[in-house]
Structure formats: C-alpha cells, structure tokens
C-alpha cells in the first residue's frame, strides 16, 4: 500500500506509528527490489515515499547508488517499461534542491510527485488525502 524509504531509524517508527502495513525501506537497493517485486505480482505500490540522501550523514552530493535519485529512475523506468505508475510520490527529503530535481524527473515521466517534507502538516495530508480518495 505503502512504500516508505528513509535511512534514519527515528522516521520509519515514526511512519510506522502511523501507518502499520507500510513497508519501511532504508536503502536505494531495497526500496527497488521490492518495487520490482510488486511489479512482477502485477501491482505497483500506490505510494511511493522517497528520501534523498541515504547515507546516514549529511547530503550525498554528488548524487551516489544510495540516493532517493536511484529510485526515482527505477520508478521512471517501471513506468515506461511496465506501465505502472504509483498514484502518488511524495517527496519528503529536508535536501529541497535534491528533492526538486527528483519531482522534476518524474513528472517527465509523468509521475504524480509532491514535496513534503517528512512530518510537515503537508506530509501527512498528502498521504491522507490519496487513501482517503
Ligand atoms: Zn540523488
């Protein structure tokens, strides 16, 4: 249902407080081998939340494997090979630059991609507002 990728411990708790069936993600490797996963089940995770920088410390500049980048191709990838397409990304990276580009990208691809920073009032909204849909 939901796919949550973020390195810090303290977020995905938190996430997970919130959303219990969410499935929590702390690497790039991951969060795309179960993409590929729900993919080759036939589904697509309808949300997608994606960090930026997965290294622990500070920004990953420049852009690494382990960066919310990486994902984001493999989404792009996913829907022009595949055609599925998640209903919404939320970008909840604090790197505003690096999530920018990263929402820049999939809506080349036209992927529904919002910022939110991670537990900015918007954050949850966002989430909300698509299961509630
Ligand atoms: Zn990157």
Redesign the pocket.
Known sequence: MILFLDDQAARRARFLREYPMATRASTAAVAIHFLTQACNNGGMQPIICLD?DLGGTGD?EP??AN????VVEHICHLVRCEFRAPRLVVLHSYNAP?AQ??QARLHEAGVNAVLAPFNATRFWAEIAEILNA
């Open positions: 930026h990953c852009c690494g960066c919310g980048c990486a690096a580009r990263m």
